[in-house]
């Protein structure tokens, strides 16, 4: 066993240490040798050491460099060394994190990253927290726990008696709402195609003066981080609105509310504690490794309400709090423990750098593209931008260009009609030095279409 899990170490290392010599994108001769792992189901075992030799020399070429400085693709950051370490460590300790009694260590962990987090971003300190798979999964926790709170005043229980005969409940969200949000109201039940829309101004936020007049059971959804321009709601207004009015409030923050933790963005989240319910990623900008969600939620009560069961056999009463009180998961792994790692190592002053970092490496990018005669789409809130260079057709080619480069990696994306580049700055390793061969990069795939 020795052996083999330093012989993983060795290689994880050195697929880390030579990222940066290779092409963000995995070759076409790199795709095509995956070929190889289509073989017959083994009938016999093997040696653990050549599967994992043949994992390394087949699967690694045929990754994208995500875990790399220059991929700027989907807003969803690298692993924070401290945090794979972590991870590595929490990997052998194979804990089921749903019950808080038999896995107390893990446990705790998970409560004191949440009391941490809830600092971090300026959120209610009686709030409680869940650990999921994503924001999406972070989006249904929140949603769900809007659903009972707004039935259960309407004197409705939504867990035990369905939506069959309960109150309607209006959804009001941005025209820009992420699909994500949509698909967990379907997942609850209040459909996909019933949200009162509310029209976006130009750079994606929900435009205040078309906010709808509020009365019965409603949910409104507000947007920190659009997931192409960055903007941000403005969520003090969309909370004075909304929350005399008797709605809950649920926030869409999968990165954006990690401005929260800046000194330089703090203004984009004013209003945050006034919701009821925030979604977000640590997989994203706090730069875990994959896969970690949050969900916080002001009333206990009613995130329990929606996710808690009880059964003879799950021992859930204890000193440490039951983390699948709170969950949609029952066994899952103890994702708090990288939170935790990230949070202590990094501190409050770390992790401000390192999205402040960011924002500044995407100012860069859009200075430098302007310059250099690219089209720049988005006003810059935080860390996305987006470049057209010139119609569809060419800025599709110029996109291509730049994935077979290798230099960097950006994707495509429409906005308001327009398709552009997408840039997200979210990797705790990305410098201002890769910006500039980034930039060097798509300038030469420009002129290579032009
Ligand atoms: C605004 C927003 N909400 C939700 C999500 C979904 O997050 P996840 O992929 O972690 O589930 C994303 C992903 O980019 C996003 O940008």
Avoid at 28 to 56: N, Y
Avoid at 99 to 104: E, I, R, Y
Avoid at 340 to 364: D, F, Q, S
Avoid at 372 to 399: H, M, S, Y
Wanted: net charge neutral; aromatic share 6%.
């Amino acid at each position: 066993m020795t052996n083999l899990l330093h012989d993983a170490a060795a290689r994880a290392i050195r697929y880390l240490q030579t990222l940066d010599q290779r092409g963000v994108a995995p070759t076409p001769a790199a795709i095509a040798a995956l070929r190889a792992f289509d073989e017959p189901l083994p009938e016999k075992s093997s040696d653990p050491a050549a599967v994992l030799r043949r994992l390394d020399e087949i699967g690694s070429p045929a990754t994208t460099a995500m875990a790399g400085r220059r991929f700027f693709g989907f807003v969803i950051g690298g692993s924070i060394p401290a945090t794979l370490a972590a991870n590595w460590l929490a990997g052998a300790w194979d804990q089921n994190a749903g019950l808080g009694k038999p896995t107390p260590g893990v446990s705790y962990l998970e409560e004191v990253a949440l009391r941490w987090l809830l600092e971090l971003l300026r959120l209610p300190p009686e709030s409680a927290g869940a650990f999921v798979t994503g924001a999406t999964v972070a989006n249904f926790c929140g949603l769900a726990a809007a659903r009972h709170a707004v039935l259960k005043r309407a004197g409705w229980n939504v867990e035990a008696n369905g939506l069959f005969g309960a109150p309607p409940i209006t959804v009001i969200a941005g025209a820009e709402v992420h699909p994500s949000v949509t698909k967990s109201l379907g997942l609850l039940g209040l459909g996909r195609s019933r949200i009162v829309k509310v029209p976006a101004d130009r750079q994606g936020r929900m435009r205040m003066d078309r906010l709808p007049a509020i009365s019965g059971p409603t949910i409104v959804i507000a947007q920190l981080g659009n997931v192409n321009t960055g903007a941000c709601d403005d969520l003090a207004a969309v909370c004075a609105h909304a929350k005399p009015a008797g709605a809950w409030v649920h926030v869409d923050g999968a990165f954006g509310l990690w401005a929260a933790a800046t000194r330089t963005h703090v203004g984009l989240v004013a209003g945050v504690g006034d919701a009821d319910s925030w979604a977000t990623d640590a997989h994203k900008w706090l730069n875990v490794p994959y896969d970690c969600g949050l969900a916080f939620v002001r009333d206990t009560a009613a995130l329990k309400a929606a996710m808690a069961i009880t059964a003879e056999y799950l021992p859930t009463e204890g000193e440490i709090r039951n983390p699948s009180d709170f969950t949609p998961e029952l066994s899952r792994r103890a994702r708090g423990v990288e939170v935790w790692t990230a949070l202590r190592t990094l501190g409050r002053e770390g992790v401000a750098a390192m999205i402040e970092g960011n924002c500044a490496c995407a100012r860069r990018f859009a200075e430098k593209l302007s310059a250099g005669g690219c089209e720049i789409l988005n006003e810059i809130a935080l860390n996305q931008v987006l470049v057209a260079f010139g119609d569809a057709e060419r800025t599709k080619r110029v996109i291509d260009g730049v994935q077979r480069d290798g230099t960097c990696w950006a994707g495509v994306t429409v906005w308001q009609g327009r398709t552009a580049m997408r840039i997200s700055v979210s990797s705790w390793a990305t410098t201002e030095a890769d910006v500039d061969r980034s930039v060097e990069a798509i300038l030469r795939a420009v002129r290579a279409t032009s």
